[in-house]
């Protein structure tokens, strides 16, 4: 996951810097909706990595 989280930063870095930079309205909707879409999925990826360590932790015993 951490691999994935990785990738898709660099691409909404490389979106964000396109979309600063483009003056050009259709490029700036494809940026946009790149921004989006990456910053859905490095979200997505930090919550399932967060649910897949917390299989591993150890449960308290009940009193």
Do not use: Q, W, Y
Request: aromatic share 4%.
């Amino acid at each position: 996951m951490a691999l994935t989280n990785a990738i898709s930063s660099v691409s909404f870095i490389a979106a964000l810097i396109v979309l600063s930079e483009t003056t050009d309205a259709s490029i700036s909707l494809l940026a946009g909706v790149a921004v989006a879409l990456a910053a859905t999925n490095i979200v997505s990826g930090f919550l399932i990595t967060d649910r897949i360590l917390k299989l591993f932790e150890k449960r308290k015993p009940k009193k």
